[in-house]
């Protein structure tokens, strides 16, 4: 088992940035890649970007590229979401998820986070 913990979302002005953690116990961390969706209000949950177990390659969704980086730091057991240049349509509840592979797609994800919510305001 995986447990994951997300924090720091919030509310923020269009332009602005934040950053989002998650922290994993329970099995070995390094071994999982890692992923970030969001879920609006009335939509699918959707992939954000995700980062395999050696920290070698990320990928991100198109809508995000450029704004948003994921990266993770094994020795804390720890993945971020750094966002940067936010829009109103990013406004979402973010969730990070476990699993053996980077997928794209939230059934390829084993564990998953509680939620933290982001709101950018225009």
């Known amino acids: 088992q995986v447990q994951l913990v997300e924090s720091g979302g919030g509310l923020v002005q269009a332009g602005g940035s934040l950053s989002l953690s998650c922290a994993a116990s329970g099995r070995t961390f390094s071994s999982y890649a890692m992923g970030w969706f969001r879920q609006a209000p009335g939509k699918e949950r959707e992939f954000v970007a995700a980062i395999n177990w050696s920290d070698s390659n990320t990928y991100s969704a198109d809508s995000v590229k450029g704004r948003f980086t994921i990266s993770r730091d094994n020795a804390k057991n720890t993945v971020y979401l750094q966002m940067t240049s936010l829009k109103p349509e990013d406004t979402a509840v973010y969730y990070c998820?476990?699993?053996?592979?980077?997928?794209?797609?939230?059934?390829?994800?084993?564990?998953w986070g509680q939620g933290t919510q982001v709101t950018v305001s225009s």
């Open positions: 998820a476990a699993g053996k592979f980077a997928w794209t797609t939230p059934r390829g994800y084993d564990y």
